[in-house]
Structures are given as structure tokens and as C-alpha cells.
């Protein structure tokens, strides 16, 4: 079955850029979601990129696609200790009825001062 | 709007009790959906819901049964809990996909903490 992979933690400085990257195997998703967790709350996406896209860029959030490496990342610029939270990448496939996301483990950013 | 809420917040059980997990929407919203969240993992689907009265298996459906009487609820019920069902439960909703449109965005609940002893 499709399989998405991040890795599990990042530690970042107030002010710098964080990047968070996650892998994907199937080729038929058709969008991928970042979804942000802060402590004791549910998911919120944060922003979300179609398969044919390479980049897209909002305020302080990029996000890159390579499709052929099925390789996504997000930048999130100037990071500052209110990002700190658990980041979910996720992968959109078409199901009969709905649409599947397959979530990968998480990252939790921790933002130092 | 309240959006999507989710009752109790937290709960205890014993090995072999039952409980039911309210899930509520105000968005007019078709789909919801039942997910778990593990530690180290991330969320899977257990149930979800086409619309009024209807269910159908996600991917972990084992050990749950959900009903969906009314749009804005969707039940999952746990008829005898046991330790593997420790986690922490969300629920979400969103409209209905546009056959070769784009996905709507799924709304999450803040989530059920469950222990099982």
C-alpha cells in the first residue's frame, strides 16, 4: 500500500528556516497536504500543493514537489517558536467514494529562542 | 461556527467496556470521517461517511461500529474496549469531492484521548 515517510524530529533556532521533507511512493496522488498539530488540538492544514505543481509559495511557506524523486518539502521562513508543533504530510489518492489520505508520522519542530 | 467537536475530551476505560464518541458538525458539511492517531504514527482511518445514513470501512475498522443517523453526527462506538484501542481519536468532515475536482479540505475535531487498563 502507499507509504509516506518524514522524518521525526527538527530543532531550529528562532529566526532561522526550517525544512521538512517527506517521501511518498505512489505516483497517482494528486495533491499533498501539510497539516500542522499544536500541542493538544487537532489537525489544521496549512497549505497544500497539486501533483503537477513544482513549487507553491504563501507568505512564509514553501513548498516543493519533485515528482519524479516523489520527494515534498516545506520551508517555512523566519521560523518563529509559535511553529513549533507536529507537521503531518499527507498524499491524496481517489478512492471509489472519497478521497484517501495516507499520513506520514509527523515531524515535531521544536523552535528555540 | 463551532466547526467540528468532538465528546468526552478524555476517558478511561476498563478491558472489555463499551463507549460511544460523539463527533458534531456545523458546516452542512457531507463527508466525516474517524481516524486514530497512535504515538510514532501518523492517522488512519477507521470509518467514515458518504452522508445521512450511510458507513462504509476505512482502514482500521476492526473493533468499531459507527452510525450516522443524523448530517451533522457521526458515532464511533466501541462495544468491548480493549488495550490495542488506547489512542487518541479524531474526527473530521468535509463537503463532497467534485468527481475530477479538487479535494476539499477535511476539518478536524481537537480529538479523544482513550486509555483502555
Known amino acids: 500500500g502507499e507509504d509516506v515517510e518524514q522524518s521525526l524530529f527538527l530543532s531550529v533556532r528562532e529566526g532561522d528556516s526550517s525544512v521538512i521533507n517527506c517521501t511518498y511512493t505512489?505516483?497517482?496522488?494528486?495533491?499533498l497536504y501539510w497539516y500542522k498539530q499544536e500541542p493538544g488540538a487537532g489537525l489544521q492544514l496549512l497549505t497544500y500543493?497539486?501533483?503537477?505543481?513544482d513549487m507553491k509559495q504563501d507568505q512564509r511557506l514553501t513548498v516543493l514537489l519533485n515528482k519524479k524523486d516523489k520527494h515534498l518539502s516545506l520551508r517555512i521562513a523566519d521560523t518563529q517558536t509559535g511553529d513549533s508543533a507536529i507537521y503531518f504530510c499527507?498524499?491524496?489518492?481517489?478512492?471509489?467514494?472519497?478521497?484517501?489520505?495516507?499520513f506520514g508520522k509527523g515531524t515535531l519542530l521544536t523552535v528555540n529562542p | 461556527n463551532a466547526g467540528v467537536t468532538q465528546t468526552p475530551k478524555f476517558r478511561v476505560l476498563k478491558t472489555g467496556q463499551s463507549m460511544t464518541l460523539l463527533c458534531a458538525q456545523d458546516?452542512?458539511?457531507?463527508?466525516m470521517y474517524w481516524y486514530r492517531q497512535d504515538p510514532g504514527m501518523g492517522l488512519r482511518l477507521i470509518h467514515y461517511?458518504?452522508?445521512?445514513?450511510?458507513?462504509a470501512k476505512g482502514e482500521v475498522p476492526d473493533g468499531y461500529n459507527v452510525s450516522r443517523l443524523k448530517k451533522q453526527n457521526f458515532l464511533l462506538g466501541l462495544e468491548s474496549a480493549a488495550p490495542s484501542q488506547t489512542s487518541v481519536y479524531f474526527c473530521?468532515?468535509?463537503?463532497?469531492?467534485?468527481?475530477?475536482?479538487?479535494?476539499?479540505?477535511?476539518?478536524f475535531g481537537p480529538g479523544t484521548r482513550l486509555t483502555v487498563t
Open positions: 473530521a468532515s468535509s463537503y463532497l469531492p467534485l468527481a475530477g475536482g479538487p479535494p476539499y479540505e477535511q476539518y
Open positions: 505512489d505516483s497517482s496522488s494528486t495533491y
Open positions: 500543493i497539486f501533483s503537477n505543481m
Open positions: 499527507a498524499d491524496v489518492l481517489p478512492e471509489f467514494l472519497y478521497d484517501k489520505l495516507t
Open positions: 458546516m452542512n458539511h457531507e463527508y
Open positions: 461517511s458518504v452522508g445521512e445514513g450511510t458507513t
